[in-house]
């Protein structure tokens, strides 16, 4: 099992560099958030999973995104954080899949230094954290067939550009995402 000859000098995060392989991760992995959340790995790839460890009120902080660096390359594990600017979150927050009945919102309307993940209804000991990737990412590099069971599930998930205006009018998502599709639908004859 190789490890990257070198790491960026402003992480030493390598969970993004695995490229969802929970073999790979696994090995290196040490928690971000002990206490908070950890990652529950699963054979296949992306299938790997973010757990709570206590219970967050709604409404409450889960995690500051303070390992947060811009990323010029848009990849699976980059978030969208404005109409140009993409992060690589640098900590298990990468392993927050996607629902489309989702329990964590990433907060990234306002300054880098509040980006945050907060609870987006009480979530409980055990709890998977989820959040909704089109709250963040507008058009995706990487679309992807859901099957997170949810009632209301959007079966194909390729960023918030695809998703009707009424659809997308029942999540919570932030000021970017808000903007480009009111540009959008001012766009459209
Ligand atoms: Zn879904």
Request: charge should be negative; hydrophobic fraction near 30%.
């Amino acid at each position: 099992m190789s490890t990257p000859a070198t790491l960026s000098s402003s992480s030493s995060y390598t969970g993004h560099l695995t490229n969802g392989d929970p073999r790979l991760a696994k090995a290196s992995y040490k928690p971000t958030h002990p206490g908070s959340f950890e990652v529950t790995f699963r054979e296949g790839e992306y299938n790997s999973c973010l757990v709570a460890l206590k219970s967050f009120p709604k409404g409450s902080v889960i995690a500051m995104m303070s390992h947060a660096t811009p990323s010029k390359t848009i990849r699976y594990s980059t978030v969208q954080v404005s109409e140009t600017e993409h992060i690589e979150l640098n900590s298990d927050l990468l392993y927050c899949n996607h629902s489309c009945s989702p329990s964590v919102h990433f907060n990234v309307s306002g300054p880098a230094n509040t980006w945050r993940a907060e609870a987006l209804r009480d979530i409980h000991e055990g709890d998977v954290l989820e959040f909704f990737y089109p709250s963040t990412e507008w058009d995706m590099s990487q679309p992807f067939a859901c099957s997170c069971g949810a009632k209301n599930c959007l079966s194909s998930i390729s960023g918030a550009k695809h998703i009707p205006s009424d659809v997308l009018a029942s999540y919570v998502v932030n000021d970017h995402i808000k903007r480009l599709k009111a540009e959008q639908g001012q766009a459209q004859p």
